[in-house]
Each structure stands twice: as structure tokens, then as C-alpha cells.
Nanobody, 124 residues
Framework: QVQLLESGGGLVQTGGSLRVSCAASGRAFSALGVGWFRQAPGKEREFVAV????????RYADSVKGRFTISRDNAENTAYLQMNSLKPEDTALYYCAATVGANLPTTSLSYPFWGQGTQVTVSS
């Protein structure tokens, strides 16, 4: 079993930056792929980014490519999502999720472990 806890969300102005964190406990974090998803009110949950177990490979949604960076620190059992040049349409509840295996899945069904989410609000 894996427990995930997000933190670092908040309110930021358009063009600003924010870093959200995902702290893991339980199963060996270094063996897991970690993804970030987000869900805005009235919309479906969507993929944002994913990083493989070692941090050597990443994948991003087109909507955040060039603005967001996913990273991880296996010694700290923590993954991060650095968000720059934020836009109002980035406003959402951001979730981290973990999965076993070497793939970089972009669908939520591929992730058995989820955190509770952290709210990111970008004001215009």
C-alpha cells in the first residue's frame, strides 16, 4: 500500500509560479512511477505529467508542456510539480498518483494509488 499526501497549493496571479509536492509513505517510493492529474469544477480529471521511477523519463500534457516540470527526490520520498507561467485555466484540484511498472501512463485508471489533492487557483 502507498499513502500520498499533496501540499503546496494556493492562490497565485496569472503568470506566477507555484510548486506542489507529493510525499509518499508505505511501499518503496523509488519503485513507483508518479503522475500528476488535475480536475477543475464540472470537468473530468485530466493528465498533467508523469515521471518514471528513476526520474530519467517524463511526459507532459500538451497544455502544460514548456511551463510545468515534474521531478522527484527518491531519498526524500517526494515528487514535485513546478508550475510556471500559470494561467486561469490551470485552476484545479491537483492530485498525485502512483503506479507500478516502467510505463508512463496518462490515464487515471492506470494508477492504483491516489492522494487527496491540493487546490491551485490562478487569478486573472
Amino acid at each position: 500500500q502507498v499513502q500520498l499526501l499533496e501540499s503546496g497549493g494556493g492562490l497565485v496571479q496569472t503568470g506566477g509560479s507555484l510548486r506542489v509536492s507529493c510525499a509518499a509513505s508505505g511501499r518503496a517510493f523509488s519503485a513507483l512511477g508518479v503522475g500528476w492529474f488535475r480536475q477543475a469544477p464540472g470537468k473530468e480529471r485530466e493528465f498533467v505529467a508523469v515521471i518514471n521511477w528513476s526520474g530519467s523519463t517524463t511526459r507532459y500534457a500538451d497544455s502544460v508542456k514548456g511551463r510545468f516540470t515534474i521531478s522527484r527526490d527518491n531519498a526524500e520520498n517526494t515528487a514535485y510539480l513546478q508550475m510556471n507561467s500559470l494561467k486561469p485555466e490551470d485552476t484545479a484540484l491537483y492530485y498525485c498518483a502512483a503506479t507500478v511498472g516502467a510505463n508512463l501512463p496518462t490515464t487515471s485508471l492506470s494508477y492504483p494509488f491516489w492522494g487527496q489533492g491540493t487546490q491551485v487557483t490562478v487569478s486573472s
